[in-house]
Nanobody, 123 residues
Framework: QVQLVESGGGLVQAGGSLRLSCAASGRIFSVYYMGWFRQAPGKEREFVAALVWSGGSTYYADRVKGRFTISRDTAKNTLYLQMNSLKPEDTAVYYC????????????????WGQGTQVTVSS
């Protein structure tokens, strides 16, 4: 099993920045992808960004490309999401997720999920 705990959410002004963290524990060696999803009120959970845990590849949703950066610190078993130029449409609960297989970085078929952290962008 893999346990994931997000932190770093909060309230920011439009145009501001925020950095989310996801601390992972357990069978990290079994993980292929780690990524971020978000869910706004009245909408389905959507893909934000992901990376191959061993390194080399990153993936971004079109809505965040150029503004968000995903990274990881393998020594700390921690995943990060640096969010810049935030917009009100970025307001959502952000979830960290981990996936065992390499089938798809974008689908919601991840095996492990964190509890979520609220990000609110005001105008």
């Amino acid at each position: 099993q893999v346990q994931l705990v997000e932190s770093g959410g909060g309230l920011v002004q439009a145009g501001g920045s925020l950095r989310l963290s996801c601390a992972a524990s357990g069978r990290i060696f079994s993980v292929y992808y780690m990524g971020w999803f978000r869910q706004a009120p009245g909408k389905e959970r959507e893909f934000v960004a992901a990376l191959v845990w061993s390194g080399g590849s990153t993936y971004y949703a079109d809505r965040v490309k150029g503004r968000f950066t995903i990274s990881r610190d393998t020594a700390k078993n921690t995943l990060y999401l640096q969010m810049n130029s935030l917009k009100p449409e970025d307001t959502a609960v952000y979830y960290c997720a981990a996936k065992r297989t390499a089938y798809s970085a974008w689908s919601r078929s991840y095996d492990y999920w964190g509890q979520g952290t609220q990000v609110t962008v005001s105008s």
